[in-house]
């Protein structure tokens, strides 16, 4: 089933901060998140394992909650290159899980000057 | 070092012809995935392979077909093609797979449209 991912857009200010949520309705063993700008390949930003991981990418962070099965990916000070369609993708445990990732709809993030 | 390599970029194909589209990496990247992308959706997984020889069922993989007879080659076959059918595929590979820490790296994506 697919996470659900929020907001489903959203425009800042440069310098503004950011937060994207995914949420999944199944037990997760991984989340990973990716940008993709338009006409192009979707970039890896990075992959959280364990329940309550932080992992840090410049001003990009993210949280896996592994009991609430949620993720949140952080922009700070948010900068025009941050812009584009942000995606997780989530693995899930158990069967049907495992070595397929089920992404999210997508948040398009836009930051102005 | 050229990554995933997609090869058309754009096709377009009249109602029930068929048409393979090609994926190679040069990464020795064992896993090996297709995704379709509709227009505003997300990805979707169609197939994927964990080696050459090992190939399975993703979430949408009706009217297609893949094989694997290569690390390095991925080839997705439409066979009949249908206006459902329009969309972005992507290429994908990791080294081994999701769960070792293994980002997906694509190819750039080839544009298919079906008339």
């Known amino acids: 089933q697919q996470p659900v991912q929020s907001p489903q857009a959203v425009i800042l200010r440069e310098g503004e901060d950011a937060v994207i949520n995914c949420s999944s309705s199944?037990?997760?063993?991984?989340v990973h998140w990716y940008r993709q700008k338009h006409g192009e390949a979707p970039v890896f930003l990075m992959i959280l394992l364990k329940g309550g991981e932080q992992k840090g990418h410049e001003k990009i962070s993210a949280s896996f909650n592994e009991k609430k099965q949620q993720s949140s990916l952080y922009l700070t000070a948010s900068q025009l290159s941050y812009s584009g369609t942000y995606f997780c993708?989530?693995?899930?445990?158990?069967?049907?899980?495992?070595?397929?990732?089920?992404f999210g709809t997508g948040t398009q993030l836009k930051v102005e000057l | 070092n050229a990554g995933v390599t997609q090869t058309p970029k754009f096709r377009i194909l009249k109602i029930g012809q068929s048409m393979t589209l090609q994926c190679t990496q040069d990464m020795n990247h064992n896993y090996m995935y297709w995704y379709r992308q509709d227009p505003g959706m997300g990805l979707k997984l169609i197939y994927y392979s964990v080696g050459a020889g090992i190939t399975d069922k993703g979430e949408v993989p009706n009217g297609y077909n893949v094989s694997r007879s290569t690390t390095e080659d991925f080839p997705l076959r439409l066979e009949l093609a249908a206006p459902s059918q329009t969309s972005v595929y992507f290429c994908?590979?990791?080294?081994?797979?999701?769960?070792?820490?293994?980002?997906?790296?694509f190819g750039n994506g080839t544009r298919l449209t079906v008339t």
């Open positions: 994908a590979s990791s080294y081994p797979g999701y769960r070792d820490n293994s980002p997906l790296h």
């Open positions: 993708g989530t693995e899930s445990l158990g069967p049907g899980g495992g070595n397929k990732l089920t």
């Open positions: 199944k037990a997760l063993y991984s």
